[in-house]
């Protein structure tokens, strides 16, 4: 690895410096250690001099056409990325697995990127002559943050240098009211939106709009920088002077009521095909992205809505990437666009652990026009977690290690630290991502993990529901759910009845597969309508039918039958009843006449098939059943039978 220096020129000085306060003109670290550097000793080196990483002899020219030799990889054409920060680092990490040559563009020899990249050039991405010259080192260059010199990539698209996306795409980004704007004219649902530019008109907004009003600039804003809300009509002033006065560019958005913030990552090649990551969820803290659920726990028609939102915004831009599309979902079941970022995003972290392919290794394909890779998820559930800074300097650095020492003991979770010397409060210092086979086991992990944090979990959503058509029922379904609860299973336990709130019915089971359900205990009388009506709505899942017979039987169990009038009813009942003769197509049996406790445990087995965790649980709990046996086994051999009975 080598780090050149790249001097900008005099006019854009001011241009580069004003760019430190950017994610990747921040401080940077010395390399990924656990603890910061101290500040280096030795002066920087001179302009245009070489500080070799890995090698003290230059780096020959690479790239395709370039004259260098070349690169044996997945692809033989240099990748040049303007900025070197966390994403721009594991944007590397990805192409070191794929044999691809990274070159990175930075202003600082310690920037994330600089440990893991082929080649650091120091420099600002915001400095045209920066950035021309070291377009001449790439084969195609793409960008890890979208504040760069957008006018210098247009110029050089003409020259015929490769940029992905394209710089068109870089503009309209970098502009949060042209974004609006932009997708506003292709049919993308937006909260509404207009710029404001004197207090007169910023005011008419809010009349317009109401309150809370949202009062944003137009660019060089992230992380909820740049941002600010105004609760009322004499809050105006004090919020437009917070975001640097109306010369500094502003908008006003009217307040969205979301009930969650949604994202979608689209990877589109360079035939503009494109492939969807799963929804994820993002859950803010102080307008930071704090944490990831993947998949989001929305219904599968809020889903297709949000992906077709996201992928028909992409398809309006120009040039391939991965791009991240930020959404909200409203109250009323609305998906509204709130911004798009042209490049991998901190809601696709997770992606790295959690799916076939990563939107670090997507986005490397997607440029270069190698086949998009599956963005489907390999792992069922995966939570990630920002580590964001807790405290200033060497206090902060402290918390953040304790927090690593944790994730380190919790099973499915991987550490991420982006080496930043620099601690300071809500900066992204790393991220850590947990991945299990349920959200309720990943949430369990995260909330062991959180055991100091302020991060409080969801409640878990039921993976088992038991239902039954009456409360006569209870006293035996009861058993279904002592025994779940008894291996930490999340269930539900209600009354449904199929003949008397036959739209309840529908809707409870239409509505399991969003709430999270995987299997469903249901208790059913003779005619085994609740159970068989279950089975034909909830196709995807598997239906216990514990059954019940009114007065004879109660769901899940039968009550001890000493006569013989009753024993003659249950033969009756089930050579004649419809739960022997559902029609082909509704495969329902009965599982548990009389033990709803063994239809708990048949669910219990189910959910284990892709639990491991649950599986463990199981063994244990066969092998405590088969220990007891063994002791009475023992116990009645040695004392005998009249002994054993006393």
């Known amino acids: 690895m080598h780090a050149r220096l790249l001097a900008p020129s005099p006019a854009s000085t001011a241009a580069a410096s004003s760019s430190s306060s950017l994610p990747s003109a921040g401080a940077r670290p010395h390399g990924a250690s656990w603890k910061p550097r101290g500040p280096a000793s030795a002066p920087p080196p001179s302009p245009l001099s070489l500080r070799a990483r890995a090698s003290m002899q230059p780096a020959a020219p690479m790239s395709e056409g370039k004259g260098g030799p070349p690169v044996h990889g997945v692809s033989n054409t240099v990748v040049g990325v303007l900025g070197g920060g966390q994403l721009g680092k594991m944007l590397c990490q990805a192409a070191t697995q794929m044999g691809i040559k990274m070159v990175i563009l930075d202003p600082l020899e310690g920037c994330p990127a600089s440990s893991v990249c082929h080649e650091h050039v120091v420099g600002s991405f915001s400095d045209g002559d920066t950035v021309r010259e070291f377009a001449k080192r790439c084969g195609v260059l793409t960008v890890e943050i979208e504040h760069v010199d957008a006018a210098t990539l247009e110029k050089l698209e003409k020259q015929g240098v490769d940029c992905e996306p394209k710089a068109s795409t870089i503009t309209i980004i970098q502009d949060k009211y042209s974004q609006k704007t932009h997708f506003s004219k292709f049919g993308i649902p937006l909260p509404d939106f207009m710029e404001v530019d004197t207090l007169h008109s910023v005011q008419e907004a809010g009349e317009k709009f109401g309150y809370p009003l949202m009062v944003k600039s137009k660019r060089l804003a992230y992380d909820g920088r740049g941002n600010a809300v105004a609760q009322k009509k004499e809050e105006l002033p004090s919020v437009v002077a917070s975001l640097g006065g109306f010369e500094h560019g502003l908008y006003v958005e009217r307040w969205a009521p979301f009930v969650k913030e949604l994202s979608v990552i689209v990877a589109r090649s360079r035939d503009s095909s494109t492939v969807c990551y799963p929804v994820v969820e993002t859950i803010h803290k102080d307008n930071i992205c704090h944490v990831v659920e993947a998949p989001a726990e929305v219904s599968d028609k809020i ?169 006569s029922d209870l006293d035996v379904m009861k058993d279904a759910e002592r025994v779940l609860k008894k291996f930490s299973i999340p269930v539900e336990t209600t009354i449904v009845s199929a003949h008397r709130t036959p739209e309840r019915m529908y809707d409870f089971a239409k509505s399991a597969k969003d709430r999270g359900v995987e299997v469903i205990i249901a208790g059913a009388g003779g005619a085994a309508h609740l159970p068989g009506k279950y089975h034909l709505i909830t196709i995807n899942y598997l239906v216990i039918l514990s059954i019940s017979f009114v007065i004879i039987f109660v769901h899940g169990c039968p009550l001890f039958l000493t006569t013989y009038f009753l024993w003659m009813k249950l033969i009756v009942v089930l050579i004649f009843s419809p739960l022997s003769q559902m029609p082909k197509g509704i495969p329902v049996a009965t599982v548990a006449i009389g033990n709803a406790e063994n239809a708990g445990l048949l669910a219990v087995k189910i959910l284990a098939s892709r639990d491991p965790e649950l599986s463990d649980k199981v063994v244990k709990y066969q092998d405590d059943l088969r220990d007891m046996v063994l002791e009475k086994a023992e116990r009645l051999e040695n004392i005998g039978w009249e002994e054993y009975l006393k």
Not at 336 to 357: D, K
């Open 303 to 471: 889903k297709k809505l949000a992906t077709s939102v996201a992928e028909k915004a992409i398809k309006s831009l120009e040039g391939a990437g991965v791009f991240a599309v930020e959404l909200f979902l409203t109250e009323d079941d609305q998906i509204l666009l709130n911004e798009v970022a042209p490049r991998p995003h901190n809601s696709g972290h997770h992606t790295i652990e959690s799916c076939y392919t990563s939107q670090y290794e997507q986005h490397l394909r997607a440029i270069l026009g190698l086949p998009l890779g599956d963005p489907s998820m390999k792992a069922p559930a995966a939570i990630m977690y920002n580590i964001l800074g807790e405290d200033e300097g060497e206090a902060g650095f402290f918390l953040a290690h304790q927090l690593i020492e944790r994730a380190l003991n919790i099973p499915g979770a991987s550490v991420h630290w982006y080496g930043k010397p620099e601690m300071r409060k809500q900066r992204k210092m790393g991220h850590i991502t947990v991945v299990g086979p349920s959200k309720t086991s990943v949430r369990s992990r995260l909330e062991k993990l959180m055991q100091s944090d302020t991060y409080v979990p969801k409640k878990a959503s039921p993976r088992v529901s038991i239902i039954m058509g009456s409360d």
